[in-house]
């Protein structure tokens, strides 16, 4: 099995900037894809942003530009660098990752973190 364990979350003012951390243990062969995924109160769960196994990233459009997704495969370790955070960004993060290299929607998550709570105040 693999397990996901996220770090870093808190509180922020708006405009502030947090660093997420998520390090992987367990059966790391079976990680392709790392990412992000965001869930705020009442909203459905959606993606922020991921990193392949060959360093290709993708953003959720609301978030381009201002947070930067990086992967440390020798640290088995990724991270979500949060700049220029708004109220909006508020929500529990959670570190996500895959066997198949998809990671697009919730379905294609194999392997789920606990999550970290970001809020971000105005």
């Known amino acids: 099995q693999v397990q996901l364990v996220e770090s870093g979350g808190g509180t922020v003012q708006a405009g502030g900037s947090l660093r997420l951390s998520c390090t992987a243990s367990?059966?790391?062969?079976?990680?392709?894809?790392m990412g992000w995924y965001r869930q705020a109160p009442g909203k459905q769960r959606e993606l922020v942003a991921r990193v392949g196994s060959s360093g290709n990233t993708k953003y959720a459009d609301s978030v381009k530009g201002r947070f930067g997704i990086s992967r440390d495969n020798a640290k088995n370790t990724v991270y979500l660098q949060m700049n220029s955070l708004k109220p909006e960004d508020t929500a529990v993060y959670y570190c996500a990752a895959d066997r198949f290299g998809l990671l697009q929607s919730v379905s294609d998550v194999d392997y789920w973190g606990k999550g970290t709570l970001v809020t971000v105040s105005s």
């Open positions: 367990g059966i790391i062969g079976r990680i392709n894809a």
